[in-house]
């Protein structure tokens, strides 16, 4: 089964960007639907942003849309995240997930498949 692992996590200042990046293991990514999540302190997960695996349907969170920036590239089994004019809200642990079939989903119920997580800290 695919594994994912989520890197380029840390910490920003405020105005600044980040760019996270979600590579897939023990399979290929193209048949998945990979979406980008976020948890706050004391707060429950929520939608960032989320990709198809033909790349044509991108959906964002109200609370990122202009922001952030999803792609993909299939052959190297890697989803992006571009994060830039970041806002101390944005603090949380970013998460990668992913789910059969190509429509994106907001609900976390959707994916089955999940990272471990990477910190994004921004400072004001």
């Known amino acids: 089964q695919v594994q994912l692992v989520e890197s380029g996590g840390g910490l920003a200042r405020a105005g600044g960007s980040l760019r996270l990046s979600c590579a897939a293991s023990g399979g290929t990514f193209s048949p998945y639907t990979v979406g980008w999540f976020r948890q706050g302190p004391g707060k429950e997960r929520e939608f960032v942003a989320g990709i198809s695996w033909s790349g044509r349907s991108i959906l964002y969170g109200d609370s990122v849309k202009g922001r952030f920036t999803i792609s993909r590239d299939n052959p190297k089994n890697t989803v992006l995240l571009q994060m830039d004019s970041l806002k101390p809200e944005d603090t949380a642990v970013y998460y990668c997930?992913?789910?059969?079939?190509?429509?994106?989903?907001?609900?976390?119920?959707?994916?089955?498949?999940w990272g471990q997580g990477t910190q994004v800290t921004v400072s004001a």
């Open positions: 997930a992913a789910k059969m079939y190509n429509i994106v989903a907001t609900s976390t119920t959707s994916y089955d498949i």
